[in-house]
């Protein structure tokens, strides 16, 4: 049997890997996400810094990222998420 579902799918390129994770739901993207942006962070300590955290505590991913884009991010480094619908075959168990 044959069935349609959306999925969640984080793909980045930084100066460590090029990756991609699929996720079950928004919600799990974005706890993941945000663990990410979390880290990077994790030793700084200026205004920015603190306000991408109580983005992040409040759920505002994108003005988080976009704040973080702008600030702490490399310069050639790319994040993408989104949802993406797919086709998946159940077996019989």
Known sequence: MK???TVWALAWDDKYE?????FGSEAECFAYFRDVIKKDIA????PHAVEIRGLLEHDDIGAAYDLWQATYKGELSTYNWGPQDVEV???AL
């Open 3 to 5: 069935t349609r579902t």
């Open 18 to 22: 090029t990756d991609c994770r699929v």
């Open 43 to 46: 030793d700084i300590q200026t």
């Open 89 to 91: 075959e159940m077996a």
